[in-house]
Structures are given as structure tokens and as C-alpha cells.
């Protein structure tokens, strides 16, 4: 090949790449048009702060329901509350478990403008199991866990709301609730086996006797396990029965932030959890984000109900798309 028609090719490659890199970009340029074409409306969720919530959480030990942590911690909730200007509820009940432990419910609440008709409810539980009945090793089965992920994420992304709540005022009623008891399930480990629903105690109760009279919200919302890199939130199977217009508005509002690679359009299984008593009783249609997983036997991540749920397993970047997700809904909610 002569040094003219090598020259000429080159030329030519040349050319080509520089068509493809273009046509790349505007590929990409095209992509980012379309998530950037939404204009967000609510505040921005700070991330950092709601690890920090996560974290002080943590930083009490396990918030096991009767234990000293438990007790701190719920305190420490309720001043949160108070002081991100809340009208704060503590609901108290006493009750027998099923190993005949009598234990005390402690839900907290706060309500922000009581006053008005149009109601979201916004919960998440902030006890943690007892058990470590997933963890490998039977010697520490018995010993209660942190429970970063599992209770305290979801308590740390609905206090940075409230904190936005406080600054930013919303068109309608917001009530955030903090159920206790919901983790006390019985461990698969105790094979003496009693009949009774033992799990989500303290949302059981509420939603036979809320903390205002024939309580109706339009919808709700539970954060459970929210915290964990690479969550994947999938459509939960009681949300898909009883809410599935509030799971099909907070995953558009999700795809809309460009979060779509974590609002999976996929079923997921039924998962007992605090929205379901809510539902039955019918005090708010409601939905489940929860980080649902389809390559574990568990269903959920790795470290579920095991001692390596710590602050480890959190990532500021998961908490960010669920807060965020869950703020721009309530932002863009017409009162009435």
C-alpha cells in the first residue's frame, strides 16, 4: 500500500471517530435533556445528615423494646421531632408477647399542620430485632442486632424530612410515625411455635387506635431497609393490592429524578411489614419501599437480620434516593 492511500485512510478513521464520538454525545446530551426536562420541586434531602441520624441511632446499641437504649433512643426521637417543629404523640400500651414477656409499645408521632383535612402519612419502625436468627454462627443467634438498615435508615431519612418540613412549608397534612415492636417477631431458631401475629406490634395497635379519631390519610408511605448500596426497591405485593396508585405516583416521581435504576418496574414479593395493619384497617392506602433482592433465600439483602447490619451496610447515596423520592412527592401534593 502506497504512503498516499495509507494517508488517506487514516483521514478517514479519523473521520469516523470523530463522527461516532459525536453522535455519542448527542446520545448522552439527549439522555441527560430528558431527566434534566423535570424540574424539581421540592427541597434538596441532605444525605449526610440523614447518616448522621442513622448513625446516632446506632450509636445507642441495639433498640431493643424494655432495654435502656430502646428507652434513650426514643427519647432522643421525640426531642428530633419536637424540635423540627412537629406535634409530637407518644402512644404508650402494654401487652404480652408470645413468650409471655410483657412489653411496652411506644409509638411516636408528629404531625405537621393538624389543622388540615388533607392528609400523608409517612412511617418507618425504629426498634431492632432481638435476634440475629440469620446470622451463620448459632452461638450469636441469640444476640440482638444493630440494625443500621433495618429500622434505623428509615428513621434517619424521615428525620431529615421532618428537619425540610420545618423550613419548607407543604400544602397538606403530614403526619411521620415511629413504630415500635415491629421486629419481635418470633426467630425461626425456636421451634416451639405460637400461633398469633408477633410481628408489627406497635402499627397493629395504632391502626386499631389511632392517635385521632377515625384517622384517614389519602395515602401512605413506609421506609423499611432503605439505607443498603445498590437497593433495589421493587413493587411490593401488599402495595400492589391495596395502593397501587400511590406506587405507581412515587415510582413516576422516581423515574422523573432519575432514579430508575433503583424504582425498579418489578414485582416483588408480600412482605409483612407495618404498612400492612395500616391497610387493613384502612387508615391509608399505603405502599412498602424496601430494598428487595431476587438472588438471596431471604428475599432481602445479604445482611438481613444478621450482626453485620451496622453502619457498614449504609450508603448516603440509597438514603438520598429515597428521601429525595419521597420528598418530591410530598411537595408536589395539592391540598384540598
Known amino acids: 500500500m502506497s504512503r498516499v492511500g495509507s494517508l488517506f485512510l487514516l483521514i478517514l478513521l479519523i473521520a469516523g471517530v470523530l463522527f461516532s464520538i459525536s453522535c455519542n454525545s448527542c446520545q448522552s446530551n439527549k439522555n441527560m435533556v430528558q431527566v434534566e426536562s423535570y424540574r424539581q420541586i421540592s427541597p434538596e434531602f441532605n444525605a449526610d445528615s440523614a447518616y448522621a441520624f442513622v448513625a446516632k441511632q446506632v450509636s445507642f446499641g441495639p433498640r431493643v423494646p424494655g432495654s435502656s437504649a430502646h428507652k434513650a433512643c426514643g427519647d432522643y426521637l421525640v426531642g428530633k ?3 423540627f417543629g412537629a406535634q409530637v404523640i407518644e402512644q404508650k400500651a402494654d401487652i404480652t408477647h408470645y413468650d409471655g414477656k410483657n412489653l411496652t409499645i411506644r409509638n411516636i408521632i408528629g404531625s405537621y399542620y393538624p389543622e388540615k383535612e388533607k392528609r400523608i402519612l409517612l412511617f418507618a419502625h425504629w426498634d431492632s430485632r432481638p435476634f440475629a436468627d440469620e446470622e451463620s454462627d448459632p452461638d450469636r443467634q441469640r444476640q440482638p442486632i444493630a440494625g443500621a438498615d433495618d429500622g434505623a435508615s428509615g428513621i434517619g431519612v424521615l428525620l431529615e424530612i421532618a428537619r425540610n418540613l420545618q423550613r419548607h412549608p407543604v400544602e397538606v397534612g403530614i403526619d411521620i410515625i415511629f413504630f415500635d415492636l415491629e421486629d419481635w417477631g418470633q426467630p425461626s431458631f425456636d421451634t416451639d411455635w ?143
Open 194 to 336: 405460637v400461633q398469633g401475629d408477633w410481628w408489627c406490634l406497635g402499627s397493629q395497635y395504632w391502626s386499631e387506635q389511632p392517635h385521632v379519631e377515625h384517622y384517614k390519610a389519602a395515602y401512605g408511605i413506609l421506609l423499611d431497609m432503605v439505607g443498603a448500596a445498590n437497593a433495589t426497591f421493587l413493587k411490593e405485593g401488599y402495595s400492589m393490592k391495596y395502593a397501587s396508585n400511590a406506587l405507581e405516583k412515587v415510582w413516576n416521581i422516581a423515574a422523573k429524578l432519575g432514579y430508575s435504576n433503583y424504582f425498579l418496574s418489578k414485582s416483588g414479593g408480600y412482605i409483612t411489614d407495618d404498612h400492612l395493619p395500616v391497610n387493613q384497617h384502612h387508615r391509608a392506602p399505603s405502599i412498602n419501599i424496601i430494598n428487595l433482592k431476587t438472588d438471596t433465600h431471604t428475599g432481602f439483602a445479604p445482611h438481613w437480620h444478621t450482626h453485620r447490619d451496622d453502619m457498614r451496610n449504609i450508603d448516603r447515596s440509597s438514603l438520598k434516593v429515597a428521601g429525595q423520592t419521597v420528598m418530591e412527592v410530598i411537595y408536589t401534593e395539592k391540598g384540598t
Open 81 to 83: 421531632l419536637g424540635g
